[in-house]
């Protein structure tokens, strides 16, 4: 691509203050306390440094600053000073210049050396408001301390005013991380949760949210502790997925046991049932505690312990396929060299299988129902093995995405259930 209209950068960090274009309103706080400066990070279109694309400035009609024109399909290049660590609201404040409705999206790290493209907020369709500037939102985007070259990629014309980012919930380490014993005679429960008590115990699991995409293009908006979307029903943990839902055209849970506990080495087991259906992506697996945005993916490996897309499953016999992955700097999916393993299971989604991996120094063994089908043991490398340090355990419900709707969504769904008996961590003695 090419770079053109290079401007010096100065950015600004501002809580409030926020402008309007196009007749829109102006906020009247002029003195924004100090203590909330690191929360909140205000990107002024009018201090982009790259663009592509025919780009003009203009005099904001609000009378707080200027606006840019995309005069076409570009983008516009600005740097975010992030200070603190967490997930963010994503606000962009724009708007069409033609009858269009654009395609637009954020994507962050542009200069990475992977040559990657992460895209932070998923595709975002701009409604037509006549050159009324609106403001679109996504929620739960990953963000590390430090400078963040992004770039706010448009398909059509747009009118740029401003990008806001707003730390929703502050990065914290996961205070205890268990190492599990793995040579001994037989194995015994380290840690479990049985799913035996009325709700989710949030001393062992933290809820994800948001509906940034979560790195594949995925629907659904991830809950915060919503029964409607995650339960505990007679000893089971039951996740849902909800069509057209708060609003959202999917509701969803991630739990995490991310900020509670974390675990190294030994086995790793839950028993549960995936959804039939075309659109879902039901998973359990694991991902390291390095983990604090996209950038740190696939470095900080991730260990899949159970995978199933809805398309893959005959929807009246319940039969599917497991899928079991490691994903490391050297391995993964987007170089085409992701090391995998597939087995055929019968009736996924109204019997129980159990669904574990074996983690050593030397290897990671999955199975299903203790038939093992998969293998990974490229320990010679830091690149190849990330797998010696904590990890997290995570079981969500997805909706579409790159995969999980890589077959389109069946439109007669409107409810997806993952229900699980238990998860266990077992060390050898």
Known sequence: MSRINLIPVALMLILLGLSACNGGTKSNDTNPQKNDINKTVLLKAENYHEAEGTVETLENTSGDGKIVVLKEAGWLALDADIQLAGRYKVE???????????????????????????????????????????TVSRVGTPLDKGTHKIKLHTNEPLKIDWIKLTLVKKYRETPKKMVQATTGDEWTIAWADEFDGDAVDTTKWTFDIGDWGWGNYELQYYTDNREENARIKDGYLIIEARKNDMGKKWTSARLTTREKVSFQYGKIEFRAKVPAHKGNWAAGWTLGDDYKD????????????????????DNETGNGIAHASAHSGAYYFKLGNQPTATLPVKNMNNKFHTYAVEWTPEYIKAFVDDQHYFTYDDNSTELSWPFDKPHNIILNLAMGGGWGGAQGMDESITSQKMIIDYVRVYERK
């Open 294 to 313: 996209e950038l740190s993916w696939p470095y900080c490996g991730e260990i899949d312990i159970l995978e199933s897309v809805g398309f893959e499953m």
């Open 92 to 134: 962009i404040h724009a708007t069409s210049t033609n009858s269009g409705e654009p395609t637009i999206w954020i994507e962050d790290y542009y200069d990475n050396k992977d040559n990657r493209t992460y895209n932070i907020t998923g595709n975002i369709t701009l409604k037509n408001t006549k050159e009324q500037c609106i």
